[in-house]
């Protein structure tokens, strides 16, 4: 269960890589992707040369734990 949840991050990440603008915006800065096979999102930020990731996070978590101390400036 943990490669397949592994592989399916990985993938979700080569995702975002490929279209970064295409992942619903959370908010000004910060986007989502969902995973397809677990119920997870990665949350991510674009900068001008590179992509943040800033949380893999559970979706039926509370919606704004990944916030705590992991938003610093971009």
Known sequence: ???RFSEEIYATIE????HPYAWTEIDTKTRRCLANKFPY???YRI???EIRIM??????R????WKADR???S
């Open 1 to 3: 269960m943990g490669l």
């Open 15 to 18: 995702r975002i890589c490929e």
């Open 41 to 43: 999102g990665i949350l």
């Open 47 to 49: 900068t001008e040369n």
């Open 55 to 60: 949380a893999v996070m559970h979706l039926n």
């Open 62 to 65: 509370k919606p704004d734990y």
């Open 71 to 73: 938003v610093g400036p």
